[in-house]
């Protein structure tokens, strides 16, 4: 009896040791930690193992991605999502490389592994995600238009027979075309490679419209030019990632999904001026 006594009285002890020491710990909303204390999926300790976090991010679009030619420094609302990110990684969220892409570049960038993500006002659609992986929607944007104030032009039916403006493989056009054929009009195309060539030209009359997110054409707006009124096609933004990488794809999804439902995200829109 003495002997079945000590039994449970050391299985008593052995339970309180592994209370008292955290035998059960808590994760991350991520899936891990900075600083090593739990385990990462193998896709992202494979990044933390390369001592750094690639991320493809426009540079020409103020409050999301911009490279400040000043400063030399990266800023905006994804700027700081992806650092959120890298901070979830290595414990710093300085371990992050920033590469410049564009709506041409971003996709084959992920595709030949140049990055581990791409966070550049990357719009969600079913076609796209049949190639890459797509976090929730981190925001949501509208199709729109900047016309020169002097123009005449006061809405999206105005521009019937006119150009517009668009950036090379993005679904701005795609969308704008679809409208056009349910409201019975005309409209023309010319494709840049980049934001501020679309705004050139407009300003030089190349173009009658320039045409993408609202938010990225607030920062492209001046005392020369005005915004339609007109607005379509929601564009949803997401963090793409590779197709065969889903063991990231779900860790950042994660963050994401966290970062939306502490209030995280809102502070980011407060910061940057997005809401």
Known sequence: MKRKWGVVLAAILCAAVLAGCGGVSKAPAGGGSGDGASSLPAQVQKI????????????DVPKFGYLDPAKNVHEGMEIDLAKRIAKEIFGDESKVQFTGVNAKTRGPALDNGEIDMVIATFTITEERKKSWNFSDPYFTDNVGFLVLADSGITSWKDLDGKTIGVAQSASTRAALTEQAEKDGITVNFMEFATYPEIKAALDSGRIDAFSVDQSILWGYKDDKNVMLPDK????????????????????????????????????????????
Request: hydrophobic fraction near 40%.
């Open 232 to 275: 379509f096609a929601p564009q949803d933004y997401g963090i793409a990632t590779k197709k065969s990488n889903t063991e990231l794809a779900e860790f950042v999804n994660n963050i994401v999904k966290e970062m939306k439902a502490s209030g995280e995200m809102d502070q980011l829109y407060e910061k940057w001026g997005l809401k």
């Open 48 to 59: 933390k193992d390369a001592g750094v976090l690639r991320v493809g991010v426009k540079e």
